[in-house]
């Protein structure tokens, strides 16, 4: 094991994110993991990411997948004995993520395929991020394994209706596109 990497303007950045102060306001008590509904699949849970983060642990921050799993599902905001918006302190990470060169990685492939199909389509149709998602990985042969291995689910969730091979536009994805463009100038994100 290495030494330990501790960069201590790393929290700073942080804070300084919109909604990246109310980290100082944890209080490590669990109730954003244990109301948690993709729990089993974060690495770490919200409040040691935000241990992390606190001790300046960039690379280790950077490298956990909770910002990712998570659902945006607001079962921790409600539970967080102070409030802390922890939905908007994830999305906020995804965003550091991504301006901060790591934009690189599968999940970055992931967060911008997902983005293109939505101001595409206006909807987001799974068979199609993934598959796009494969591609921009330069894994065709990856995409046609990973196909193959999950057909038994793909026909079932086309039998019911629940999975669309090739989902149609909404009508006024112009406007959507727009309302999308706006929120992000006046947030200062860009895609």
């Not at 690379?59 to 922890?86: H, Q």
Request: proline share 3%.
């Amino acid at each position: 094991m290495g030494p330990l990497l501790y960069d201590c303007g790393f929290a700073r950045e942080i804070y300084a994110l919109e909604d990246g102060a109310q980290i100082k306001r944890c209080m490590q008590c669990g109730a954003c993991a244990v109301s948690c509904a993709s729990r089993q699949e974060m690495e770490p849970s919200p409040r040691g990411l935000f241990s992390l983060i606190r001790a300046g642990r960039k690379e280790d921050v950077l490298n956990a997948n909770t910002f990712w799993v998570c659902t945006s599902c607001c079962a921790c905001r409600v539970r967080c004995p102070r409030g802390i918006d922890i939905l908007g302190v994830m999305h906020e990470l995804q965003y550091y993520y991504l301006k901060s060169g790591h934009g690189t990685g599968s999940r970055a492939v992931f967060h911008r395929t997902f983005w293109q199909e939505l101001r595409s389509r206006g909807r987001i149709g799974e068979a199609g991020v993934m598959l796009r998602c494969w591609l921009k990985e330069g894994a065709l042969t990856r995409a046609v394994l990973m196909s193959l291995e999950m057909k038994g689910t793909g026909l079932n969730l086309l039998r019911h209706r629940r999975l669309s091979l090739f989902p149609r536009k909404i009508k006024g994805l112009t406007g959507l596109n727009r309302i999308i463009d706006k929120a992000m100038a006046q947030q200062g994100y860009r895609e």
